[in-house]
């Protein structure tokens, strides 16, 4: 079994080529900067030599766009795709997308350079149960961005929400994950973090083969379960582009966030929901 024996934040191009010195072998770093995010940005030039210093070790490097929180910043956004292509792009994250029209700038140019391996997690509920997104979004959502995306990742609130009904048996989960698939994606994954009981059982629907697959897990008691949902997500990508099939990157992933939750459970980090532990396999 492969396996990503370290993945180091990298602050900046320096802190990555340091990181790979010492034997990582996959690297996260944010792109030129955007709102909230700007002291974590890094120019492309640097996530370009980056990249190349990073191959020569067969190593990863997982780029983010993070925080665009105005209209007036698409331009730049779309330019950044551009040239985050034009370095090499093996697998696409996609997470919460505030506007229609940041939506139709992203969709049209990934649709533009073709891009394949598209995760896209369409963030749209909070945990109280209240929409995040105005109605307008989540149908942009829905025309210009499930089509193109082969794999999607809703948990059950966003699943409802997007097939405009309840689900509260597996038959309606079958039903809702076809009814996803009809709409050109190809692969479903229904998360079950939602339901009650003992297990946290997602329902992984493959539409080429019309194969339903049942993906087990152990609830974990515990209030840090924040960004569980965006963790998946992103390392079902992390694997995809570590050329995994479909089952076997989803397969991973969860066992990926079930130990970070195992590990991250008696945490106590302010009030609120606290976070996983991103990186149980390195240290404790």
């Known amino acids: 079994m492969k396996k990503i024996e370290l993945l180091a934040p990298a602050k900046n191009l320096e802190f990555g080529i340091t990181a790979i010195n010492y034997g990582a072998d996959a690297l996260y770093i944010g792109s030129p900067k955007f709102g909230a995010r700007a002291a974590a940005g890094n120019s492309i030039e640097n996530i370009k030599a980056l990249t190349n210093y990073a191959h020569r070790y067969y190593a990863k490097v997982y780029v983010t766009i993070n925080t665009i929180l105005f209209d007036n910043e698409l331009e730049e956004v779309q330019k950044t795709i551009y040239q985050l292509y034009d370095i ?62 082969d794999i999607l990742t809703p948990n059950l609130p966003e699943a409802s929400v997007l097939v405009a009904g309840e689900l509260n048996s597996r038959e309606s989960l079958e039903k809702a994950a076809e009814d996803l698939a009809s709409s050109g994606c190809k692969n479903i994954l229904i998360k079950g973090g939602h339901l009650t009981g003992q297990s946290s059982d997602d329902l992984l629907y493959m539409a080429a083969e019309k194969q339903f697959i049942e993906l087990t897990g152990e609830r974990i008691s515990t209030g840090n379960t924040h960004g569980t949902g965006c963790t998946l997500s992103s390392a079902i990508a992390s694997f995809i582009a570590r050329d995994y099939e479909t089952e076997a990157a989803i397969v991973q992933a969860k066992s990926y966030i079930q130990g970070a939750i195992e590990a991250g459970a008696d945490y106590r980090i302010g009030k609120g929901h606290g976070p996983v532990h991103h990186f149980y396999q390195n240290w404790s």
């Open 88 to 149: 090499g792009v093996d697998a696409v994250k996609i997470g919460m997308l505030f506007s229609p029209e940041l939506i139709k700038t992203i969709a049209g140019t990934l649709d533009e350079f073709q891009v394949k391996n598209i995760v896209l997690d369409p963030v749209m509920v909070a945990t109280s149960g209240d929409k995040l997104l105005q109605d307008d979004a989540i149908a942009a959502i829905m025309e210009h961005l499930i089509p193109m995306a």
